[in-house]
T-cell receptor, first 113, second 114 residues
Framework: QQQVKQSPQSLIVQKGGISIINCAYE??????FPWYQQFPGKGPALLIA?????SEKKEGRFTISFNKSAKQFSLHIMDSQPGDSATYFC????????????FGTGTRLQVTL | KAGVTQTPRYLIKTRGQQVTLSCSPI?????VSWYQQTPGQGLQFLFE???????NKGNFPGRFSGRQFSNSRSEMNVSTLELGDSALYLC?????????????FGQGTRLTVV
């Protein structure tokens, strides 16, 4: 059972454009939603995270939007750069099981010049 | 502060063999979790150890096992390897269990079963 659905599977964005990745979850017990960035040959690295009591969180060019009623959240990358080309994973977990992350299937982002 | 260290980085094993992977967490971190990453199944949770005790376990067969030592270092063992076990195995450490602390991942061990 896939508890976190992520789309699109791949995304090509021009430099300077906005990259948008969407995730939807089923388990209403999830109460923390991190996004991870993974470069080839590397492990995932935490990018930004949000709790469901907040509708939006921004860190630099990265913004998470959260819609608790729809059980959806999304990552927006503003002014996308070639260095942002990586695979992005949304994830979710339940407080009390901090290390048991449930991941989305990943989005491979390519930012072209 | 050193990150999460996984050894070896690459492994090639034959079907039917067993393998042991090692993970050294960030100093001071007591929780270590393991994930399997494959193109088809994505990132899947294997198990978590905290203070030498397995606290959570994913839906993997009993061939997958692990342990944690008193210094928080962890090992993962896969017995009777199958071709489908070929994957990137990732270890993540966090400072404590039950809190919203972030998980830091190592670079992984790429296991190829032939």
């Amino acid at each position: 059972q896939q508890q976190v659905k992520q789309s699109p599977q791949s995304l090509i964005v021009q430099k300077g454009g906005i990259s948008i990745i969407n995730c939807a979850y089923e388990n209403t017990a999830f109460d923390y939603f991190p996004w991870y960035q993974q470069f080839p040959g590397k492990g995932p690295a935490l990018l930004i995270a949000i709790r469901p009591d907040v509708s939006e969180k921004k860190e630099g060019r990265f913004t998470i939007s959260f819609n608790k009623s729809a059980k959806q959240f999304s990552l927006h990358i503003m002014d996308s750069q070639p260095g942002d080309s990586a695979t992005y994973f949304c994830a979710a977990f339940v407080t009390g099981t901090a290390s048991k992350l449930t991941f989305g299937t990943g989005t491979r982002l390519q930012v072209t010049l | 502060k050193a990150g999460v260290t996984q050894t070896p980085r690459y492994l090639i094993k034959t079907r039917g063999q067993q393998v042991t992977l090692s993970c050294s967490p960030i100093s001071g971190h007591r929780s270590v979790s393991w994930y399997q990453q494959t193109p088809g199944q994505g990132l899947q949770f294997l198990f978590e150890y905290f203070s030498e005790t397995q606290r959570n376990k994913g839906n993997f067969p009993g061939r997958f096992s692990g342990r944690q030592f008193s210094n928080s270092r962890s090992e993962m063992n896969v017995s009777t390897l199958e071709l489908g076990d070929s994957a990137l195995y990732l270890c993540a450490s966090s400072s404590s269990q039950g809190f919203r602390t972030e998980a830091f991942f190592g670079q992984g061990t790429r296991l190829t079963v032939v």
